[in-house]
């Protein structure tokens, strides 16, 4: 068995974090495998995407012995005797195709298809994606098969505030809302009065500029809005750990890993329920703007409703057990075979 890490080496990202999760997943299991990638050669822009497309679709399947390869990236080939199994997170790349990177947009549109085509079987997070794969290739094999949190899960939910800061695990992109997070948190400290604060943690996407601008205009002197970019897992932990809540207003998600990652350390969430969160995470949706999500916070003041919200957070964890998923992944993978 082969598993494609090329995405290892692309940035930090959600699918990224993914790869660590089947290599966990994998050691789990009583199957030989092999991790494949390409040498990094430094190159990028229109040499690179076709350097990592000729990688995903005709070099990863070739790179070494096995009867089966996993694709993590939602790109990936076949090849003679070793079938694909292709993980694809969503897709909305495809669907709202304004949000990412005209480049990134356009190898997408071209290689997605293909991959799908060639698969023995798709294997996606969430039911919301795959009737959204199914929708747009009805003859597709799709499996579900959610994602677990690559942090480590804690003793038992929390009993109380740890501190006053915010967290926003996300990189900058359109669709993220980082604008709503901090009009949250702003209007959240006036009705308040408290010390609340917000951690922005996440990627560089394309959006950064126009993040790290709003932010100076809400917070000059950079008092109550901080940035944090790559962080290690230890590190990512300490971060969950010493906040008090996590936000995630996004407009739209496959999956939200950072959901998934907050439950594993017991930390209350709230997040807009868009596209996969409400099934990941029924807890703490809030529907409206940035007012609603200021009173929701402020309603997190109260000891029992952050106790309460700390239980509702932890149960979801215990559905996303590694466990769990290594258990899936085999039977996944024997189905393939």
């Known amino acids: 068995m082969l598993l494609n890490a090329a995405v290892a080496a692309r940035g930090v990202s959600g699918t990224a974090t993914a790869l660590t999760a089947l290599e966990r997943a994998l ?22 995407a076709i350097d990592d497309a000729v990688w995903d679709m005709y070099r990863a399947p070739r790179a070494g012995a096995g009867d089966v390869i996993i694709h993590p990236a939602n790109v990936g080939g076949d090849h003679r ?53 199914v929708r747009r290739w009805p003859r597709a094999q799709v499996t579900v098969l959610p994602w677990p949190s690559v942090v480590p899960v804690v003793a038992r939910p929390r009993e109380r505030p740890r501190s006053r800061n915010v967290v926003m695990i996300a990189a900058t992109e359109p669709r993220k809302n980082h604008w709503l997070a901090i009009d949250a948190v702003r209007m959240a400290r006036i009705i308040t009065g408290e010390d609340i604060t917000l951690t922005l943690i996440g990627a560089r996407g394309i959006v950064e ?17 901080f940035r944090r970019q790559l962080l ?54 809030v529907q409206g703007g940035a007012f609603d999500y200021a009173l929701a916070l402020a309603d997190l003041l109260d000891a029992e409703q952050y106790e309460r919200a700390s239980r509702a957070t932890y149960a979801t964890a215990g559905r996303h057990a590694g466990t769990v998923f290594a258990s899936g992944l085999k039977d996944i993978l024997e189905g393939v075979t």
Do not use: N
């Open 27 to 48: 050691e789990c299991l009583s199957v030989d495998w092999t991790r494949v990638a390409p040498p990094d050669v430094g190159r990028r822009g229109l040499r690179r």
């Open 81 to 133: 005797g070793i079938q694909s199994c292709l993980i694809v997170h969503d897709t909305m790349v495809l669907d709202f195709p304004q949000w990412y990177d005209k480049r990134y947009a356009a190898y997408a549109r071209a290689l997605i298809p293909l991959s799908v085509r060639r698969a023995a079987v798709v294997v996606t997070p969430s039911r919301a994606s795959r009737a959204s794969i």
């Open 209 to 225: 500029e126009g993040v790290q601008a709003y932010a100076h205009i809400c917070d000059p002197l950079r008092s109550w809005i």
């Open 232 to 285: 290690r897992d230890s590190e990512l932990v300490a971060a969950l750990d010493d906040a008090w809540v996590a936000i995630l207003p996004s407009s739209h998600e496959g999956y939200g890993l950072p959901l998934i990652e907050a439950s594993a350390r017991a930390l209350p969430t709230l997040h807009s329920g868009a596209g996969a969160m409400a099934e990941v995470m029924p807890e703490g949706i």
